[in-house]
């Protein structure tokens, strides 16, 4: 980015400065990472918030600690507190929020260089995102596999134990099925690694509804150029976000702020934004 543009346009450092520079032929490739808070409204609880996040709401599944629930040795011991969870959070039952087919957005108008979620509800691929615009770094429920054999399990299948409450095992060693989300101390799918290079050629990051507390995710948003803008769309300000004098924090629902912003980028943003999410 040439950098005598850019005080210009992000003089004000606020959202009508960043819609302008979205206009400008110096924003071409925009990145954008996804927490659990571009869910909420669709129904599916985020993990931290008080009272709300699923991590304080597990008392009933006596676990020896919240994120338990993820970790594989646990899982390993009892597998039930997992699979009560996965009833609630299965994708199937949700329809994708207005974030998401902001998102979608984005790569319509050819601006979207990769969407990075941790999320697992696959709401991104729902909200019509192209595939290779995805990176699901903590997996999804689209696939499942035996953590003992490897061997793939059928997706219906695991849906029926999951609706039941009875927990799915092997065909070939009666090992535990689990379906493709990554658990603590698991490592994050190839396609993760592979494409964080691309963040050096970002001209833009919107990151929106995470607390950024889990890395390596959480390192990406230091990861694209000093002079590349970063926007937090967020209920409260987190990571480092401030320190950078083109960083722009939107506290706020990211709904409300992705409805605000294509209003404020104007050229039919905020009516295609609406008829991309009427087609969810
Ligand atoms: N609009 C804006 N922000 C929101 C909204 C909303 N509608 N709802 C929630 N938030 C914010 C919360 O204030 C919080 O800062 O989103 C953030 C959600 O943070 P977490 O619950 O920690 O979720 P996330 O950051 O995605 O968690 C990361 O932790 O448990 C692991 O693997 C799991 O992917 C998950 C990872
Ligand atoms: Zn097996």
């Not at 925009?30 to 304080?56: C, K, Q």
């Not at 319509?108 to 697992?120: A, F, P, S, V």
């Not at 061997?151 to 409450?165: C, E, L, Q, T, V």
């Not at 009875?166 to 060693?173: A, E």
């Amino acid at each position: 980015i040439d950098e005598s543009v850019l005080p210009q346009i992000l003089d004000k450092r606020d959202l009508a400065s960043v819609a302008k520079y979205v206009k400008s032929p110096e924003c071409k490739r925009i990145f954008v990472m996804n927490g659990a808070g571009v869910s909420t409204s669709a129904g599916i609880p985020d993990f931290r918030s008080p009272e709300t996040g699923l991590y304080h709401n597990l008392q009933r599944l006596n676990l020896p600690y919240p994120e338990a629930v993820f970790e594989i040795s646990f899982f390993r011991e009892n597998p039930i507190p997992f699979y009560a969870l996965a009833k609630e959070l299965m994708p199937g039952k949700f329809r994708p929020t207005i974030t998401h087919s902001f998102v979608r957005l984005l790569a319509e108008k050819n601006l979207l260089g990769m969407c990075y979620t941790q999320n697992i509800d696959t709401l991104e691929r729902l909200a019509g995102v192209p595939a290779h615009k995805i990176v699901e770094a903590h997996g999804s429920f689209a696939d499942q596999h035996c953590i003992d054999c490897g061997a793939p399990y059928d997706s219906n299948k695991i849906r029926d134990h999951i609706r039941k409450g009875s927990v799915p095992t092997c065909d070939q060693c009666d090992g535990l099925v689990k379906p493709d989300i990554v658990f603590f101390g698991e490592s994050l799918p190839p396609r993760f690694s592979q494409t964080v290079p691309l963040l050096r050629s970002a001209d833009l990051l919107i990151v929106m509804g995470t607390s950024l507390t889990v890395h390596p995710f959480a390192s990406l948003a230091s990861m694209v150029p000093e002079n590349c803008p970063r926007v937090l769309i967020n209920m409260d300000q987190v990571g480092d976000f401030g320190t950078r004098t083109d960083d722009v924090v939107c506290l706020g629902k990211t709904d409300e702020v992705v409805k605000e912003f294509c209003r404020l980028v104007g050229d039919g943003w905020e009516k295609e934004l609406e008829d991309l999410w009427k087609e969810t």
